[in-house]
């Protein structure tokens, strides 16, 4: 049984594809990541999986009963809002807590754990307007670990990170991998997708090549990649491509 | 004497007690609807908003004269159809939403001025422009506390939502669906309270009880539990300021005027003084090692 399924899916915005044409499956537990040039799609892919984006065509399938948590990339996020540290990571609590639910002491310690694990004790009564661009990362990823989530979606979160940080959430996502949890992420750098993740789909607006990271990852896909991003009219009706 | 100044005109006439317990309804309601506009970047979408709701009630009183219901449901209907109309513009058309917010409130301003004097006379137009605090009748003083009462009921129940929309508002939608309403239940909760504070100080000035303690609170803290109380805390102050500084002098200061005034000067204060990005803070030279 897949996680994820995409049957024939055409994405877009205002009736422009992004994203043509895709099939395939993630599959549950998997560890994937999401490369392609800029402009292929893969913001797009994320936020449709995530349910933020109707398909223009085609079908998205998530397995029944799954909980989805999706970091978009520069998320909407008002950081002048004056809440403490403690209070953003407290939000992942929503699917257990809701609008009402108490946030008893055992709850209490399971964010203080997932402060502890995102390394940043001693910073839950901090505004969260005081971090830095890593501590911000980090404080999401507790939020993340609070959500405990069977399909995690991530949108590039390592873009903009110093490295020990970013040492740091990878083996948060190591540890996901480890609980047998669905990983999804878009990332940029090819070296850590080698080191560290399994399953590579690489999009150039439709799949070039998807499955094991080091058949997907070869020069020559990754050119031919390129190629067809720069080829792409975005203008383009949906259906173009069998026409052509 | 000073029992004189600060609790004689309570003690010795029932129209101050009246508007006393009128200010520090509007206050304690008005103060975290206030704190959330401020929050949410809508500041001047309360502005707008108060004088919205004008021809509503100008036409509430052209039907039935000076009458608390017919008001009161002119000016719901007008605030709640601005309010609605403002966003659909935003929408639909290449207009912002502050653009198409000024465009409606100056068409609102002008025509609800229009009615009024069509019937009235310039002290109706004074009336409804600035409000009479110091008349507050009991049927007055019962919608002021059922508004603040039904507020801070309604805040209560959709705070979380609502703050969490406020910080990241795509996190509450992968998470919920109730952004939507939560969003309207508060433009709902401003426009109530707008009509309340239109009753006690009149269209223009309405919006002062909510927009000024709130903005004086944000340079004291960066909590928001206490941004709401502190907000509330300046509110009842300058209600209370704002009447006793106009009792003392005389008819030559109207009530509604100081109580704004009021909280405009704890506002300013704020702005000097505050210890959360206030003037003084950033102007005056500290060293780095002293924090």
New interface residues.
Partial sequence: MPAIRLDDLTLGYDRHPAVHHLSGEIAAGSLTAIVGPNGAGKSTLLKAI???LTPLDGRLTLARGKR???L?QS????RS????VYD?VA?GL??KA???GRIGMGVRTRIEDAITAVGLTGFERR???NLSGGQMQRALFA?LLL?DADIILLDEPFTAIDARTTADLLALVQRWHGEARTVVAVLHDIETVKRAFPETLLLAREAVAWGATNDVLTPENQLKARRMVEAFDSHAPACDRDAA | MLHDILIGPFAEFDFMRRALVGVFALAVSGAPIGVFLM?RRMSLTGDAMAHAILPGAAIGYLVAGFSLPAMTIGGLVAGFAVALAAGAVARLTVMKEDASLAAFYLISLALGVTIVSLRGSAVDLFHVLFGNVLALDNDVLLLLSSVATLTLVMLA??Y??L??E???????????R?GGVVHLTFLGLVVLNLVAGFHALGTLLAVGLMMLPAAAA?FW????TR?ILLASGFGILSGYAGLVVSYSAGSNLPAGPAVILSAGALYLGSLLFGTQGGLARRLLPRSHLQR
């Fill in positions: 995530a349910g933020a989805l948590a999706y978009p998320a909407e996020l008002d809002f004056p809440i403490h953003l939000m929503w699917g809701g609008i009402f505004p969260i307007g939020r959500q | 929050l129940l959709v979380r939502p703050v969490l406020c910080v990241d508002p795509g996190f509450l939608r992968s998470v919920s109730s944000r803290t960066a909590d928001i941004l």
